[in-house]
């Protein structure tokens, strides 16, 4: 059957932080743009900010700090592997991104002598700029719609589409009606997240996660089967967060003064946030759970973090603990680890880009989480959303117009055929999550070793074929098979950069049984991952000074 196709000049696939102020960005400098988003679920509640947040993590203010400091920073913080270029082009432009937030109406608290509340999170430097704004995503989202973009919700992204090696638009899902809708652009930008639902959470429910639960890899694989790479993949992370509701309150409690403490009562961390490590270590010697300690704090600070905490990330916060019975004042806030993620804001994983958001296909970006510009955070996603904004236009001037290859729709209607149908299958797609996200927990995370990926590729065929007999009766269950899909081939992506990977780095994120000791002399560079021919295959890669990537 020939599909109706719609034609845009900018699609943008993923209406979270990066989307929205990329399609603003792209109207602002050309308000006759036509900007289309596909956006998975609704874009006034979708992605990671969901409401506010109560921090911008990555801010260089002039005279405090500097782009160059943040570089020795994030150099520290990411065991070497940093792509200078990206990393300080953010910092760099992190200061005007404020100003131009505070244009928008977002405040961001001042001390006493009228200066900017910073926190330190990172290792050199306060970056952390305090924000209060619980209405941030509104406020993006407004401002991309009133200028002219056109969301597409509840279209989930599944393949991205070529023409002679260029981008051409991309292919979506309805995942309400399980219907293909068709896109024609002549640049597309991929900013869809990163991999939440890796492993499972330790609550056990298959979407209490701590990043945004629809952020499945989608953008990684799309990109991957389109031609680009993907790097950090190995850089498997988990963090500690409040047991059950694994919401996260580390930075802000412990940047105003809150200490995390081991079951002994001992301190582990005190005017830091980043010392994963320490609290892993709780664990793993029988000294955990580690607790976070605001009692001692006056009323005054107890209620800022309240204020915080119950209004801007997560409300539902304050219900939360109003059902345990804590009050900070009195208890402690147990946190436990739990689901490990990949993701290019908190960690390295993510599509490969330079300083420009382009990827390695011609006229494809991908900003924010599923990009690999390290630890970049909400000022990342907003950054690079601009600059994919920018580079999209230009790119769209100067550049021929692009076909619909007809061979692709097709090869991809095929698939959609094949997997919307209950007839004669047996497996329920829940399941099948759960019981791929264990195995991904039991092979591919640390400790680590060369046998635990050989048996995980006994695991990764097995969930290959048993997608083929997921019974998909609806739109909503076929939108999982994909989902599962594009997590399987992700865990692929990663076993395959973890086993190549032959040293130890990152503390947690990649330790090998097998290879315990980091080796700069070997391995301080990126392992990139692409697909050739339906194959995976892993590299090592640096950056030249010019900026170019180096096989090595
Ligand atoms: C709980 C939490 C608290 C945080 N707090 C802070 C903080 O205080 N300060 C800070 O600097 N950073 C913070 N961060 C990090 C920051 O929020 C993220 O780095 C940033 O928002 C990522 O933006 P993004 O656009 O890449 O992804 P998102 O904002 O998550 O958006 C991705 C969007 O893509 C959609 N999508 C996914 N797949 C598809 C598909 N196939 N097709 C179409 N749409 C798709 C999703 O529905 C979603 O709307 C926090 C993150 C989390 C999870």
């Known amino acids: 059957m020939k599909l109706p196709i719609m034609e845009t000049d900018f699609l943008i696939i993923g209406g979270g932080s990066a989307g929205c102020i990329a399609a603003m960005h792209a109207l602002q400098a050309k308000p006759d743009l036509r900007v289309t988003i596909f956006e998975k679920s609704d874009i006034v509640y979708g992605g990671s900010i969901a409401r506010g ?10 005279g405090r700090t500097d782009a160059q400091m943040y570089l020795e920073a994030i150099r520290a913080m990411s065991g070497g592997i940093v792509d200078a270029g990206p990393s300080y082009v953010m910092a760099d432009r992190s200061y005007a991104l404020l100003k131009e937030m505070e244009g928008w109406g977002v405040t961001f608290p001042k001390d006493e002598n009228g200066q900017y509340k910073t926190l330190r999170y990172h290792v050199k430097g306060e970056f952390q700029t305090a924000m209060d704004e ?10 991309a719609l009133s200028r002219g973009a056109k969301p597409v919700n509840r279209v989930m992204g599944i393949r991205l589409l070529t023409d002679s090696g260029r981008v051409a638009g991309a292919i979506g899902l309805n995942v309400r009606t399980g219907q293909l809708v068709i896109c024609k652009a002549k640049a597309v930008l991929v900013a869809s997240g990163g991999v939440s639902r890796f492993t499972m959470p330790n609550s056990e429910y298959l979407y209490g996660v701590y990043d945004y639960p629809g952020n499945t890899g989608d953008g990684f694989a799309m990109a991957l089967k389109a031609g680009a790479g993907v790097t950090g993949m190995e850089y ?14 580390l930075a802000i409690c412990v940047t105003r003064g809150g200490k995390v403490l081991d079951c002994n009562g001992k301190v582990i961390m005190e005017g830091e946030v980043n010392n994963i490590n320490a609290m892993n270590e709780a664990f793993t010697q029988g000294r955990g759970p580690v607790h976070i300690q605001l009692s001692h704090l006056p009323e005054e600070k107890i209620r800022e973090i309240e204020h915080i905490l119950f209004t801007t990330e997560r409300p539902v916060n304050e219900r939360f603990f109003a059902g345990r019975r804590i009050d ?35 006229g494809l970006y991908a900003a924010g ?42 090869e991809e209607q095929e698939l959609h055929q094949a997997r919307f149908s209950s007839k004669g299958k047996d497996i329920d797609i829940h399941d099948l999550e759960r019981k791929m996200r264990r195995m991904v927990a039991d092979y591919l995370v640390s400790p680590k070793n060369s046998h635990k990926f050989d048996l995980w590729k006994y695991w990764s065929e097995t969930f290959s074929k048993d997608l083929e007999h997921v019974s998909a009766g ?7 098979v994909y989902e599962v899909a594009n997590i399987l081939l992700c865990a692929d992506c990663s076993a395959l950069a973890g086993d ?12 090998r049984s097998d290879y315990p000791e980091r080796d700069d002399a070997n391995w301080k ?21 010019l900026g170019e990537e180096v096989v090595l």
Request: proline fraction near 5%; include cysteine; charge should be negative.
């Open 53 to 62: 947040m109560d921090a911008l993590n990555i801010v260089a203010i002039p």
């Open 134 to 143: 619980p209405e941030l995503k509104a406020m993006l989202v407004q401002r």
């Open 328 to 362: 900070f004042r009195k208890q402690d806030i147990e946190l436990w680890p739990t689901e490990y993620y990949l993701c290019g804001g908190h960690g390295l994983a993510g599509i490969r880009v330079n300083e420009r958001a382009e990827t390695a296909v011609p």
């Open 369 to 410: 989480d599923v990009a690999s510009v390290a630890k970049q955070h909400l000022t990342g996603a907003f950054v690079f959303g601009e600059i994919a904004a920018e580079q999209a236009v230009k790119y769209i001037r100067e550049e021929p117009d692009v076909q619909i290859p007809e061979e692709q729709v097709q």
């Open 474 to 480: 609806n739109g909503h269950e076929l939108s999982k």
């Open 525 to 545: 560079c990126h392992v990139v991952i692409k697909m050739n021919n339906g194959t995976l295959e892993a590299q090592k890669t640096r950056i030249s000074e």
């Open 500 to 511: 190549f990977r032959k040293e130890s780095r990152w503390g947690e994120c990649h330790k």
């Open 236 to 249: 498997t992370q988990r963090t500690m967060l409040i047991k059950d509701s694994n919401m996260p309150l």
